[in-house]
């Protein structure tokens, strides 16, 4: 039901997927009302698909019927949660129409976890259900060999199997306890019936427990328990089973509102046929705490802790009792954790020792009431003082141990550091002259094309590491010069960039300059027409392993400089990724793309879509930084957009202007690149494999767009 003012022409609908927002056009004033109106809007599911006969006709003259179904990725993924715990689509409904042809109908599932079976698992024709996670490749045989009888299944389940969603609070409501009017969660507060419950899991063979005994009736957290139960194999194959020890605590106030029960311990034994085994279970009493959330450490209920020994948390064969006299731990350390905040230094770097200490509590020790000692390992490589300051020494590496001793006890934490050398250049030069500038490690220089580069030279600054140069094989080109240290395989890379004065175009003539190159060029897909670069989008990118945008415009500009475009697209760019700016580029596998862009999975605050600006850099393939700037609140005319982005050294910024006078920053990136073009970019995109999976109806643009024009005014760049 919906009210809306009956003179206004549209309306919004709010929710889907993560609240997203769709503008709903509504002609509600067709009959001359005025006013306030109260619409009634109805949804009609659609009709479930028939069974293919085919199909029934074979479960029918069969002497077995096995049922796959199961959950995928488009059911639930990362950030995608379920809403419900159905079987996706008429899987259901395919189970019980085979099951009403076939007697003995067997239901395979694999799901992601927990589906409602309530529908199915009791029917007289389904004698047994086989359920799994996802597994590995050998899956099939393995289902196989459970199927055929070759392995009796021995597998209990991880979690409850509720009977309907409906049964548990809402998504967004992450506490167990329930009440006030909803239900607890898990086997430790649910209390409705279950479909199956935490550690449910058949046999083909059957199981007897007897002779059920604890080794003592009092303890404290101190202690170690064992629990043990003889189980008898009664039926008629060898099996496995697992045992299952839960714990509760009836003498607990009532207020504390412990749990119903806990597991504490389980151990799946073999035992052949007839035969029987004696199963013990050890259990740490100290792990039989809870949490004092005024204290912010573990206490202890004093009185009964009864240890019910089943084959699932429902499915209990017996109990064993025993109380609680002390709940007082010794006040001792439980830990240390030791850690400096870096793993590398440089000889001469110092660096502080942290350190915390938890009591068998886990309560937080006061550290000045204890003795604290620091020592190395190799005092040659790294030192530490009484105040567990750190020194680099020489290289290599090095362990710092922190002992902590309080009321007689001392418990130690570690940490190791690595000492680097100074992998710095003590000498640089181009054809004989100085270059070198202190925590520098790119430079550029402007020179006049040529087939030759001037010579660089380098030497470090340690005489013990080894400088080779690989040199620029022309102008432009880049040579780069490693510092290397053959022991510890550590390098440190300069570059020294050899460029050409790059040219500016404001596509006023006929035709492109020639200092343009064209990467994977489609001459129907762009156009140089009325001072304007257009190029319509086509299929792909240059993002991770897709390598195949076509009309990559670019020039070389291997120094320092400032882009700037004018940048107008026919259309709001679409999903999956549509993109169309500025490129520094390597290669296909190394550069920076500064873009307008697709919206992405979500819209704008007002539910109307908005485009994204992103900024992102690979090396060698690998994305090694992005920055997604979101145009919610900036208004954008026309998709038109003036795009900058600066190059000076290894570090990237980008900014943008609505308006050509006033820019903002939208980001920045630092990555090294050699040999590098500067240019223009505009494709269609291809969705991230890992994103693929997240695309649902309402989550912002449409899945797949058609082409946009990309039209650049003009590039400016300044060296």
Not at 16 to 30: D, L, Q, W
Not at 277 to 301: G, H, P, Q, R
Not at 354 to 372: C, N, P, R, V, Y
């Amino acid at each position: 039901i919906s009210t809306l003012e009956a003179t206004k022409a549209s309306g919004k609908r709010v929710g889907g997927v993560y609240g997203a927002s769709t503008p709903m056009e509504s002609k509600v004033n067709r009959l001359g009302y005025n006013g306030l109106q109260t619409l009634y809007l109805v949804y009609k599911a659609p009709e479930d698909d028939e069974i293919d006969p085919a199909v029934l006709d074979a479960a029918r003259s069969s002497d077995v019927a096995v049922v796959f179904v199961g959950t995928d990725e488009n059911t639930a993924t990362e950030e995608a949660d379920r809403l419900t715990l159905q079987l996706p689509g008429d899987q259901v409904n395919l189970i019980k129409a085979v099951a009403s042809v076939n007697k003995n109908t067997i239901v395979v599932m694999q799901t992601l976890g927990c589906v409602e079976v309530e529908e199915f698992k009791d029917l007289e024709n389904i004698p047994g259900i086989l359920w799994t996670g996802y597994n590995g490749q050998a899956q099939g045989a393995a289902i196989a060999k459970i199927l055929f009888g070759d392995v009796t299944p021995g597998g209990k389940l991880n979690a409850t199997w509720y009977k309907t969603v409906k049964d548990l609070p809402a998504i967004t409501d992450y506490t167990l306890r329930g009440g006030e009017g909803k239900n607890g969660r898990t086997l430790w507060y649910f209390t409705k019936p279950v479909s199956y419950e935490f550690g449910y899991g058949l046999s083909y063979t059957t199981f007897e427990y007897s002779n059920f005994r604890i080794d003592r009736t009092s303890i404290t957290p101190a202690d170690r328990v064992r629990v043990s139960v003889d189980v008898k194999n009664t039926g008629k194959y060898d099996g496995d089973e697992v045992v299952q020890i839960y714990v509760s605590t009836p003498d607990s106030p009532a207020s504390a509102q412990r749990p119903i029960k806990r597991l504490k311990g389980f151990q799946r034994v073999t035992v052949p046929i007839g035969q029987t085994k004696t199963v013990s279970v050890d259990i740490d009493c100290n792990d039989l705490w809870f949490w004092d959330m005024e204290a912010d450490k573990i206490s202890y209920d004093a009185g009964r802790y009864v240890f019910e020994i089943g084959s699932s948390s429902k499915d209990i064969r017996g109990k064993v009792t025993a109380t609680m006299t002390s709940t007082e731990l010794k006040p001792e350390v439980k830990v240390v954790v030791a850690d400096c905040g870096v793993s590398v230094l440089k000889v001469g770097q110092t660096a502080q020792t942290k350190l915390t200490a938890a009591l068998m509590d886990d309560s937080f020790l006061d550290l000045s009431k204890a003795e604290i000692t620091y020592s190395s390992n190799n005092a040659s490589v790294l030192s530490v003082d009484a105040q567990g300051v750190i020194s680099a020494k020489s290289q290599g590496v090095a362990t710092v141990t922190a002992s902590v001793k309080y009321n007689g006890k001392c418990v130690s934490g570690s940490y190791s550091v690595k000492v680097m050398p100074d992998l710095a250049l003590g000498e640089l030069k181009v054809a004989g002259k100085s270059i070198l500038k202190a925590g520098v490690q790119e430079y550029s220089f402007i020179r006049k094309a040529s087939s030759s580069a001037p010579v660089v030279s380098a030497k470090c600054a340690d005489p013990g590491l080894r400088v080779v140069v690989d040199q620029a094989p022309a102008v432009p080109g880049t040579a780069t010069v490693k510092v290397i240290d053959d022991v510890t395989s550590d390098e440190s890379v300069y570059y020294v960039h050899f460029g050409v004065k790059a040219a500016s175009d404001e596509f006023n003539g006929k035709k492109l300059s020639s200092a343009w190159k064209i990467v994977r060029e489609n001459a129907s897909a762009y156009t140089l027409d009325n001072g304007t670069l257009t190029i319509t989008t086509g299929a792909g990118d240059i993002d991770g392993a897709n390598n195949n945008a076509a009309n990559i415009f670019v020039q070389s500009a291997n120094s320092d400089w400032t882009l700037n475009t004018k940048l107008h697209c026919s259309a709001l760019p679409g999903q999956p990724s549509q993109n169309a700016g500025l490129v520094a580029y390597q290669d296909d596998d190394n550069f920076v793309k500064y873009v307008y862009a697709a919206p992405g999975f979500r819209q704008g605050g007002n539910g109307v879509p908005t485009a994204t600006l992103q900024l992102s850099c690979e090396a060698d393939g690998y994305n090694k930084a992005s920055v997604t700037f979101r145009l919610d609140d900036v208004k954008v005319v026309d998709n038109t957009i003036w795009l900058r982005l600066v190059k000076k050294g290894s570090a990237y910024t980008a900014y943008f202007s609505v308006d050509g006078k006033k820019y903002e920053q939208a980001g920045k990136v630092d990555i090294v690149l050699k040999d590098i073009n500067a240019g223009i970019i505009a494709c269609d995109g291809v969705l991230p494999a890992r994103f693929a999976a997240f695309m649902r109806p309402g989550m912002g643009a449409q899945t797949k767009s058609e082409p946009i024009k990309a039209s650049f005014d003009w590039f400016r760049i300044a060296q």
